[in-house]
């Protein structure tokens, strides 16, 4: 194997990877199987870039935040598998906002199963302010840790593969030309998007936008990553490596 | 900018993109106008992931490569440019090899333009041989130039950035288990199928495949950071970076 490989993978991975990779799980003693079955089910036909796999993923980020900013794991785990079920609604009809919307099907799932009202309160705020929108704004440390998990799988590697997989579920062209100047709009119309043009008008500033110290952290790692990558495929295309 | 990135960004770049980046362009001087555009006519409604800029790169590497290869860049410029015309064809119906059916039509359009028919032969054996498969075997060195070319452009960067596009076009999950164990063969179940996968049985080979030395110098390169891309993208899914 190349040199410049194993440095690039010592660099990344040596440090930080190995010494956490172990989550907090906390599925198994606090929340019914039954729940997260039941939170699966919504994810039947989701598209690849927001399915199951995504909410394990933010689970998992919430779980290593949260037991390092002191959050309440029980709050955070049954808010981060339930904080997307309401994208499928959304998704047939953009007048829904899926946070708003997930946050009263759990509100009612919750209440069905016997929680506390208290506890899901608690689960109903983190999810109702995920987004950050609104006016929507997340004020407890449960509600900052879960916006900042869900916006981390946004970026880095993880993140490149879900804004090439969007942009071919969008029919968006890959590599659109790197000079173009772009302004500071999202645009609607997915023809002329990009994932480049996502990464400058909107990802790029995720690492900026983070509620947490230990988020911040890894933002600004991911974002490094997924920076060079851009970089790297700016060069193959307008020049051979 | 943090350090590592910038030792990345050393690393890969300094020797190769920057000394590298000035293509041959022949189109000028050599093919009318009007061929290229007939060329792209057929991309119209083409998926990202053979779309016009996917015929655009393939060229660029096809100039750069024959270059230094000593390969007819003329007879090259045009097979690069016309190589995929019978894509759209095999997509409506998966019986059709679009290697063939580009050869067939590159033969009537060129013979239609007044072309010659020695230099339509060597265009045509390019064409119907870049995908190396049917006992269609590349047995000029342009033709052997078109075959790296077109596979360069599966790996590296922009190979990451097309399998993920492909996925979300397929609607393949985005990141199966890593630990799992692959069997050899290419499903034709996309639903079991992934870009991990892909790489595994498929993409990680083209560094060995390759039929000129600059081509497999190239591939070398681009094979280390698509595998080094998806190390750290298994890391991100298992651990927290």
Redesign the interface.
């Known amino acids: ?2 040199l ?2 194993l ?3 010592r ?3 040596k440090k ?2 190995k010494q ?2 172990v ?1 907090v799980n906390v599925k198994a003693s606090v929340l019914p199987e039954s729940l997260i079955r039941i939170a699966r089910d919504y994810f039947d036909d989701a ?3 927001h ?1 199951w ?1 995504h909410v394990e ?1 933010v689970h ?2 919430c779980m ?1 935040i949260g037991r390092i900013e002191g959050a309440d794991l029980e709050v955070l785990s049954c808010a981060a598998y339930l904080h997307d079920i309401g994208r499928g609604f959304e998704e047939r009809d953009i007048s829904v906002c899926h946070a708003r919307k997930g946050a009263q099907l759990a509100q009612g799932l919750l209440a069905d199963m016997g929680f506390e009202d208290t506890f899901i309160q608690k689960v109903v705020h983190c999810i109702a302010t995920h987004r950050f929108r609104d006016g929507l704004m997340p004020e407890t440390l449960e509600a900052r840790v879960l916006y900042d998990a869900d916006k981390l799988d946004a970026i ?3 993140g ?16 659109e030309e790197f000079e173009r100047e772009h302004g500071d709009d999202l645009a609607v119309d997915h023809t002329s998007h990009s ?1 480049i043009k996502e990464y400058k008008v909107k990802l790029s500033k995720i690492k900026d936008r983070m509620l947490t110290s230990e988020g911040r952290r ?1 933002a ?3 974002d ?2 997924m ?3 851009l ?3 700016r ?7």
């Open positions: 194997m190349h410049y490989v440095a690039l993978q660099m990344f991975f930080t990877y956490r990779h989550f598209r690849p870039t399915d796999d993923r998992n980020l290593h880095g590697a993880i490149i593969a879900r804004a090439y997989a969007y942009a071919g579920e969008h029919n968006q062209r890959l590599v994932p890894i600004e790692k991911r490094a990553f920076s060079a990558f970089e790297r495929l060069a193959e295309c307008e020049g051979v490596i």
